[in-house]
Structure formats: C-alpha cells, structure tokens
C-alpha cells in the first residue's frame, strides 16, 4: 500500500526530497533528473552498500558513483534557484562591496548576493569555479506601465585553454561548446552556432517533449487515482467479508441457541411426565412402607413390654393385622422409567464449514494505464516551432499550402477565395496572384511551377515561374486535392459532384493524368470493391503509395492503396485512444519514413499513422496551439506546414531525433 508519506509527496512541492519528503538541504541532480539531498543519497548508497554505482531511490536507474566520490554529484541549481529566489529582490543590497549598491545577481555557489561591478570581479577568468548566477531579467508586463523584474538562472564559463575567453559558441560538428579563440584555431571549417541560438532551438525542441509528458501526467494522475481506489475498494471489501463473516457467526450461534433451548424444553416435558408418574409410585410405596414399618414397631413394642395378660388379649389383633401386611404391599405399574438423554446430530468433517458458509472470489477491476502515445511519438519525432503567422485578421480556413522551398510557400485562405499568397516562414507576404477561379487546393511541379484546382469549376490552372496565370487541364469531373509525385504523373480527387453522399449513380475517382494535363487514366475501384465516397486530399508516399482523406457522409476515412489502386489500409481514427470528437480528417502528407500525418478538424490534431496503417499518435494537439487543423504539407526540408481554421498558418522543423 502506498504509504502516507508518498501520498502527499506524488502531490506535494516540487520542493521537497523525494526520499526525506523534507525540503531540500544542498540537493543533488542525479543522471535520471531525480533530485535528493546530499545526505539522503549518502545514506542510501551506505544502507545497500555501493560502490561503483547507485540506482536512483525513486526510478532505479543506475548510475555511476563519480571517482571523486558522492560529493562531486552535480548540485541542482535549479532547486537552488528556487529555493533562494526570496533573497535576492528588487531592494536586495549587495554583500561584497562597501558602497552598499543594490544587488543584481546572486551566486548560489557562493550563496552571495553581488551588484554588477562585483559580479565581474567575483567571476574572474582566474577562478576555477564555475559560478551559477540567479539574476535580475526585465519581463514587460501588460497591465504594469513599468517592467516586471523577474529572476533566471545564469551561468559564467570560461576556456579552459583560453581563461579569458567566455564560452559562447556550439560546434555544431564536434557538439561541444567552445570558445571564439578555439573557433580559429580548431573549428574554422566546422559549422557553429552562438550558445544562445543553439539553446533556442534545444529549448523549441525539448518544450514539445516536455509539453508531451505535460499532456500526459493528468492521463496518468487519473490512472493513479483509480488504482487508489482499488485499493480502497480492496481493503473495503476486506472490512466488508469480515463482518459478512461475524454476522453469520452470531447469527449461526443465535440459531444454535434457539434450537439448544427447543431441545431443552423438551426434554424437561419428557423428564415431567416420567418423574410426575414415579412420583406417585414412590408415594404409594413409601405411604406402604410407613404403614408396615408402624405396624412392626407398634407390635413390637407390645411383645417387649406388654404384660402377659397384654399380650395375651393382643395377640389375636397383632396376628390378625400381621396377616394383612401382605395385602399392603405396593404393586408397581410398570417394570421402567423412560429417560431423556441427547445424541448428538451426524458431522462430516467438513460440513461445518459448508454450512457457515464459503470464501467467495470477486474481482476489483483495475483502470487501464493510459498509453502515452504523445511520449513515444516526442521520444521518436523532433517537432519545434520555427514560424507562425496570420494569414488575414479575421477568422478563415486555410485550404491549401503549397512550399516552393523551406522558406516559402503558397497559401490560400477562405472558401471562395480567388487569391493565392507566396509568404515566407517569417510571415512576409511577397507576392499575390489572383485567378479566375475558386481555388480548392494546389500542388507544386518537380519544375516549381503551381497547379491550382478549383471546386466550383471544371478547371485546374497553373501558375508559372513568371507569376502568370495560364490553363493546364479541364477535367470532365470537379477537381480537388493533387499531388505531382516524382514521376511527373499527377493525381487529382476528382467527383461528379460536391456532395458529400455518395448515391448509387455517382462517380468518384482518382484521375491520373500527365505533367502536360492529358488524362492518362481513372482509379475508382479494386476488384468489386468501391474505393471512394468523396476523396478530398491525397499524398504520395516514398513507397510511391497513394494516401487519400475520404469525407463520404458518415463514412471519413482515410484510405491507402497503390498506384495500381489496389487497397492496402483504411484509417477510421484511432482505436487505442478515446477522442472527444468523432475522427474528422482532411489535409494529410507523407513524411520520409512513409509514415502518414493527418490533420483532424474536429479534435484539433495531427494523427501519426505507420505504413501499416497502425496508430502511432498525436504528433501535434490542441496544447501546441493548433485550431481546426487543414491543409497540411512538407517541404524539400522535411518542415511541417500547417493551415487551421484561424486564418493562420504554422512551420515545424520536424523529422526523427538525433541521439
């Protein structure tokens, strides 16, 4: 059972030990980002008798015991940071120097406050200390027309090789932070990045991990609270049976007892009759015997001490009453007396214990550890924002996004809309192009140029390197998603009509048609099987698999088949994971390891599928700010593009994590 103790730490402050359940004295960051007080991990290295290494108290990973001993394990500033962010304030003065000047940092090796002068001189190159600084940043708040000071935790490093150097530049090659000297000396040709950078985009990166198991933690703090209670459930029932259990013994001992006193009372109305009829037997016999015993000793007294003349005139009488002593005998009317006795009932072994009565088996069921899919997808995928911007004021879905390269794309925003917009990741709008068509969606060339198609009408155009609108094709179906895969061969969603319920009569397809807009060839069924109800968007994956979204009334999907259109998947949402709303999907792309992202309008995400169809996660939700997800696609980059319902478009550096 999960100890009190435990109890309140799982909810209680962050700062407190995970092993004392005490506020931190000098806390310990161990491997596993685990922290303890100093003298909590010496006695639990000393209590299990280690030497080379330790397995953290709380998740048994192991770890190395430094050469240098316990005492070398890396103090957890950050705990620190907090702890003392209380002594360093606005009105704080410093420590060091005579003046008296306000503090703007505090060195918690040293455990110091320091104004900017003597900071400098507390961290001099000379020092082979490195100093971790709690300082003062100016954070512009809204509703105050004045700064709001707030506290970071800073660090000054110096060369090694260079003591007068600062450490500010990553080797992007060498994956270590160096110096501008051994810059010159050492990675003049390596690609570097200032620390500051590279920190901005290690932070991007990890804040989605980190908002993952954010995401996750109230999944799992449920799960914990019902496994708590079962366990209340358990001892409960427990409490339950056993009073279950003295209830039938008392009951057993009252019926016990009521039948005891059935068998008592009769056997004192046998014993009654019986004694009541000895009774007067022994009565009459006693009643005869006082009678002849009287007359014996009455007689005798005359024999003994009559007279002879007494005795002589008694004789006739005593003789004559002697002779009817005989008659007085008592006659007794039966030869017995009936006694009561008890014969205990017959008892098997284990009858007993049947009749008290049996243990019985329940069953507790216990919830179902939620699976942490947005973990497993942000361990395995890299996904941090690099652009975000609206694409008009007011609310409007973006349907299509078209990149020409990692820096630009193609937008189209609004139902309706006869404009298309090149933006840059930043957000600048460089060029816009008006068509005389309603534009539905778009796809770029292997030659760069655009192919917009539209829904109202039967057309699809191009735009051309020069910005020039010009035709491509007038299918003789309505035209939607497209792709151009790399064999120069485009294909088009393409219906007989724009309603969304499939009837007996309607036609639905792939249409296949050359990088020239000549029809080369329609996909609709596999075998009897009828492939489409309404397919909205469509990707091509490295296997050269077609992907395709399917918005037939009551039937959304998402479908894969080959090129030959022979069926290998379809995707109803997911199985595993209870969404709030039904799966509703629209724009999709295929990333190079051929799994397929979706955007789901309805549940504010974005799906990760594998080849084989099986759900993998939500590689993007709602807590990442998404809104109605759309349109969606990659660049030559591998950065993830995607348009919601909020006019506003969002950039992802995305792809596998390098470890």
């Known amino acids: 059972m999960t100890s009190k103790k435990e109890e309140n730490n799982s909810h209680g402050d962050e700062l407190r ?75 704080s003065e410093c420590d ?20 900017r002068t003597c900071k400098e001189k507390h961290c001099s190159p ?85 908002g993952a198991i954010k995401e996750y933690l109230p999944e799992f703090e449920e799960f914990v609270k019902q496994v708590r209670k079962g366990q209340k459930e358990l001892d409960k029932d427990l409490d339950n049976t056993i009073k279950d259990i003295q209830a039938r013994s008392k009951f057993l001992q009252r019926e016990i007892e009521k039948i005891s006193q059935q068998v008592i009372s009769e056997v004192k109305e046998k014993h009654k009759a019986e004694s009541d009829d000895l009774n007067k037997e022994a009565k009459n016999i006693i ?10 000793a009455s007689a005798e007294r005359i024999l003994k001490i009559g007279s002879d003349i007494n005795v002589i005139e008694s004789s006739k009488r005593i003789q004559k009453r002697f002779m009817q002593v005989e008659d007085e005998l008592p ?92 933006y840059s990741i930043t957000g600048e709008r460089k060029k816009k192009v008006t068509l005389d068509i309603q534009v539905d969606h778009m796809c770029v060339t292997p030659s760069g140029e655009i192919l917009v198609s539209s829904y109202e009408d039967k057309y699809i155009r191009k735009i051309n390197k020069e910005h020039v609108v010009c035709d491509f094709a007038i299918p003789h179906l309505y035209p939607g998603g497209m792709v151009m895969t790399k064999r120069k061969e ?19 397809c792939l249409m296949k048609m050359s990088e020239y807009g000549m029809n080369i060839d329609e996909i609709d069924e596999d ?27 009551g039937k959304l999907r ?11 998947f379809v995707y109803t949402g997911p199985k595993e994971v209870k969404t709030k709303q039904p799966f509703n999907p629209l724009g999709l792309c295929c990333d190079r390891g051929n799994n397929l992202l979706i955007s789901d309008w309805g549940n504010h995400c974005v799906h990760m599928v594998n080849g084989d169809g099986q759900f993998l996660g939500f590689i993007l939700s709602q807590k990442d700010g998404l809104f109605k997800p759309n349109a969606m696609s990659l660049d030559k980059l591998g950065n993830l593009w995607i348009g919601d319902g909020n006019a506003t478009v969002r950039v992802y550096k995305y792809g596998k994590r390098d470890y």
């Open 287 to 296: 009643n005869s015997y006082k009678s002849i015993a009287t007359v014996a």
């Open 527 to 553: 075998g009897d099987t009828v492939l489409f109800g309404a397919p909205y968007r469509i990707a091509e994956a490295p296997n050269r698999d077609l992907c395709i979204t399917d918005r037939e009334e």
């Open 490 to 508: 485009l294909f088009v969603c393409a219906v007989d009509s724009y309603t969304t319920r499939r009837a007996s009569h309607s036609y639905r």
């Open 331 to 422: 006659s007794l009317s039966r030869d017995s007396v009936a006694t009561v006795g008890f014969v205990p009932g017959g008892l098997k072994a284990d009858s007993l214990p049947k009749m008290f009565g049996q243990i019985s088996k329940g069953e507790i069921a216990l919830p179902t550890l939620p699976v942490p899919w947005g973990i497993r997808v942000a361990k395995e995928f890299e996904m941090c924002s690099i652009g975000g911007f609206k694409v008009k004021s007011a609310a409007d879905t973006v349907q299509a996004i078209a990149p020409i390269s990692d820096t630009e794309a193609w937008i189209c925003s609004g139902w309706g809309s006869k404009d298309v917009y090149l």
């Open 96 to 115: 060091m120097c005579q003046e008296k000047e306000f503090a703007q940092s505090r060195c918690l090796n040293c455990d110091v406050n320091l104004c």
């Open 126 to 210: 000379e020092s082979d200390q490195v100093h971790h600084f709690l300082e003062f940043v100016e954070q512009p708040v809204v509703t105050q027309s004045k700064p709001h000071p707030s506290t970071k935790l800073t660090q000054m490093s110096y060369c090694n090789k260079h003591p007068d150097q600062e450490i500010s530049i990553f080797c992007t090659k060498c994956k270590i932070n160096i110096c501008a000297n051994c810059k010159e000396e050492k990675h003049g040709a390596h690609a570097v990045q200032e620390t500051a950078n590279m920190a901005k985009s290690i932070r991007g990166s990890l804040t989605h991990f980190l």
């Open 17 to 91: 030990c995970g092993q004392c359940h005490k506020p931190y004295r000098d806390p310990r960051l161990l491997n596993c980002l685990h922290s303890f007080c100093m003298e909590c991990v010496q006695e639990h290295v000393t209590k299990n008798k280690w030497k080379r290494s330790l397995l953290c108290p709380l998740c048994q990973k192991e770890m190395l015991i430094p050469k240098d001993g316990l005492s070398t394990i890396a103090r957890d500033f950050y705990i620190k940071a907090r702890q003392e962010v209380g002594k360093l304030t606005p009105t």
């Open 558 to 568: 998402v479908i894969r088949i080959d090129q030959e259109g022979c069926l290998k």
